[in-house]
Nanobody, 119 residues
Framework: QVQLVESGGGLVQPGGSLRLSCVASGNRYSIEAMAWYRQALRKTRELGADITREGTIRYAEFAKGRFTISGDNAERATFLQMNKLKPEDPGLYLC?????????????WGQGTQVTVSS
């Protein structure tokens, strides 16, 4: 089993920054990729960014230029630095881990951390 624990969400003003963290535990499986998804109220879940163990990174359009994903292979962790937050950014940010690189990471999920942007 792989368990993911997220932290770093909270309330921030527009233009502010947050840094989300996701740490994986469990030694049964080898994590090949990790990702951050966003799910806003009454919106479908969408990929924000993902990163492979080798360092390949992809961003969704809403995240480009503002969000930065990074990883720590030794700690099996991923981080999402969110800058210039907008009122449309609030939502539940979910961390996910994948056991392969043939698809978006979706084998294991964290509970999510809430991001709220005030106006």
């Amino acid at each position: 089993q792989v368990q993911l624990v997220e932290s770093g969400g909270g309330l921030v003003q527009p233009g502010g920054s947050l840094r989300l963290s996701c740490v994986a535990s469990g030694n049964r499986y080898s994590i090949e990729a990790m990702a951050w998804y966003r799910q806003a109220l009454r919106k479908t879940r969408e990929l924000g960014a993902d990163i492979t163990r080798e360092g390949t990174i992809r961003y969704a359009e809403f995240a480009k230029g503002r969000f930065t994903i990074s990883g720590d292979n030794a700690e099996r962790a991923t981080f999402l630095q969110m800058n210039k937050l907008k009122p449309e950014d609030p939502g539940l940010y979910l961390c996910a881990a994948g056991l392969g690189t043939d698809r978006l990471p979706d084998d294991y999920w964290g509970q999510g951390t809430q991001v709220t942007v005030s106006s």
